[in-house]
């Protein structure tokens, strides 16, 4: 079983950057394809990035592109999304979610899924 625990939301301004966490535990994290989700109030949920198991390939939604940047660090076990650039319409739940086979922009894709960190920006 895999465990994913997010972290790093919080009230922020339109205009600033923050940085989101994930950190895996009960498997092998380099093992692990990994991907970002959000999800406002009344909206579907809302693939944002994805990465595969070693890191050297990665895929950015449209809307974020050039604005939010996944990463991973496999020694430390940890899932990162960079946001910079923010606006109010990023308000949102932001998951991170985990799948040992495949990664894509689907949530069915994904087995693993962490508890979600709030993100509110302000204007």
């Known amino acids: 079983q895999v465990q994913l625990v997010e972290s790093g939301g919080g009230l922020v301004q339109a205009g600033d950057s923050l940085r989101l966490s994930c950190v895996a535990s009960?498997?092998?994290?380099?093992?692990?394809?990994m991907a970002w989700f959000r999800q406002a109030p009344g909206r579907e949920a809302e693939f944002l990035a994805g990465i595969s198991a070693t890191g050297g390939s990665t895929y950015h939604a449209d809307s974020v592109k050039g604005r939010f940047t996944i990463s991973r660090d496999n020694a430390k076990n940890i899932l990162y999304l960079q946001m910079n650039s923010l606006k109010t319409e990023d308000t949102a739940v932001y998951y991170c979610?985990?799948?040992?086979?495949?990664?894509?922009?689907?949530?069915?894709?994904?087995?693993?899924w962490g508890q979600g960190t709030q993100v509110t920006v302000s204007s």
């Open positions: 009960g498997r092998t994290f380099s093992s692990l394809h």
């Open positions: 979610a985990a799948d040992a086979t495949e990664w894509g922009k689907a949530r069915s894709t994904y087995d693993y």
